[in-house]
T-cell receptor, first 113, second 112 residues
Framework: AAGVIQSPRHLIKEKRETATLKCYPIPRHDTVYWYQQGPGQDPQFLISFYEKMQSDKGSIPDRFSAQQFSDYHSELNMSSLELGDSALYFC????????????FGPGTRLTVT | AQSVSQHNHHVILSEAASLELGCNYSYGGTVNLFWYVQYPGQHLQLLLKYFSGDPLVKGIKGFEAEFIKSKFSFNLRKPSVQWSDTAEYFCAVKGGGNKLTFGTGTQLKVEL
């Protein structure tokens, strides 16, 4: 079965650079969630989208922005990167905003040097 | 706001030992509860979930969990662990809204 696809899988950036992470949900899933997992920490919810509209917002820094496109894929844009942004960024998808089950992608490991 | 507390941060067991990982949540309304497993270097995989009905839920790989509403708990159990169960286990709650709130995780190491 098709799973959530994230690209790139690994990304190395320098401080103050920008990064764009992409997420392709499971086909027919219309809701996308972004989570950040720092080293040795639990995943923290950043933001979610349903039908291209932001549906919920968590602890996402103002330097970050995200959007969902007409094909339901989503991009997380990160600017003015800081060392503390180094983390594993997970995308999850579900069918319908009221769905109870989220399917996670493999994550993008971002390293800021 | 919802929160999740996992009591054991690191657990070491021998193969065939029984496992119980504690999870308590804080939320005043109806919740959905989940256990996810993260194998080394891999993404989160759903082990089991509770929405409603029978408070004893069975998941994949022989895991089960019991929802005790009066104790705000959702403990994960497995009668006999295997070396391949070595992983990190996260309890998560979905209350208001659609986001998942995760606990801090329990690192399980199963020794041969």
């Amino acid at each position: 079965a098709a799973g959530v696809i994230q690209s790139p899988r690994h990304l190395i950036k320098e401080k103050r650079e920008t990064a764009t992470l992409k997420c392709y949900p499971i086909p027919r899933h219309d809701t996308v969630y972004w989570y950040q997992q720092g080293p040795g920490q639990d995943p923290q919810f950043l933001i979610s989208f349903y039908e291209k509209m932001q549906s919920d917002k968590g602890s996402i820094p103002d330097r970050f922005s995200a959007q969902q496109f007409s094909d339901y894929h989503s991009e997380l844009n990160m600017s003015s990167l800081e060392l503390g942004d180094s983390a594993l960024y997970f995308c999850a998808s579900s069918l319908l905003v009221s769905s109870y089950e989220q399917y996670f992608g493999p994550g993008t490991r971002l390293t800021v040097t | 706001a919802q929160s999740v507390s996992q009591h054991n941060h690191h657990v070491i067991l021998s193969e065939a030992a029984s496992l119980e990982l504690g999870c308590n949540y804080s939320y005043g309304g109806t919740v959905n509860l989940f256990w996810y497993v993260q194998y080394p270097g891999q993404h989160l995989q759903l082990l089991l979930k509770y929405f409603s009905g029978d408070p004893l839920v069975k998941g994949i790989k022989g895991f089960e969990a019991e929802f005790i509403k009066s104790k705000f708990s959702f403990n994960l159990r497995k009668p006999s662990v295997q070396w391949s169960d070595t992983a990190e286990y996260f309890c998560a709650v979905k209350g208001g809204g659609n986001k998942l709130t995760f606990g801090t995780g329990t690192q399980l190491k199963v020794e041969l």
